[in-house]
């Protein structure tokens, strides 16, 4: 059974850094594509960064290209989102989820895609 959790979350200034990790067990890390979603209070899920499976292509979504970097570390079977001049509304509870499909394209734009979730890491960006 493929998990996920996250770890990396906390409270930063704003223009401040933080490194989100997925770590991944049950599956090898580029067996799935693996999207960053984020959710603030009263906001609905919102995806914002993805890496597919089949070519390892990132996506992002246009408030955080330039910002934030999704990579892969296959010695580790992590994903890691750093994530750099953090802004205010960038305050929100972030998870990882996966496909669990080892040739696909990652979207960000439905989160039914992904059947498997993370417990999720609060990131508050404030001064």
């Known amino acids: 059974q493929l998990q996920l959790v996250e770890s990396g979350g906390g409270l930063v200034q704003p223009g401040g850094s933080l490194r989100l990790s997925c770590a991944v067990s049950g599956s090898l890390v580029e067996h799935s594509s693996i999207a960053w979603f984020r959710q603030a209070p009263g906001k609905e899920r919102e995806g914002i960064s993805c890496i597919s499976s089949s070519d390892g292509d990132p996506f992002y979504k246009d408030s955080v290209e330039g910002r934030f970097t999704i990579s892969r570390d296959y010695a580790k079977n992590t994903v890691y989102l750093q994530m750099n001049s953090l802004k205010p509304e960038d305050t929100a509870v972030y998870y990882c989820?996966?496909?669990?499909?080892?040739?696909?394209?990652?979207?960000?734009?439905?989160?039914?895609?992904?059947?498997?979730w993370g417990q999720g890491t609060q990131v508050t960006v404030s001064s």
């Open positions: 989820a996966a496909d669990g499909r080892r040739i696909s394209l990652c979207v960000l734009w439905n989160p039914s895609e992904y059947n498997y």
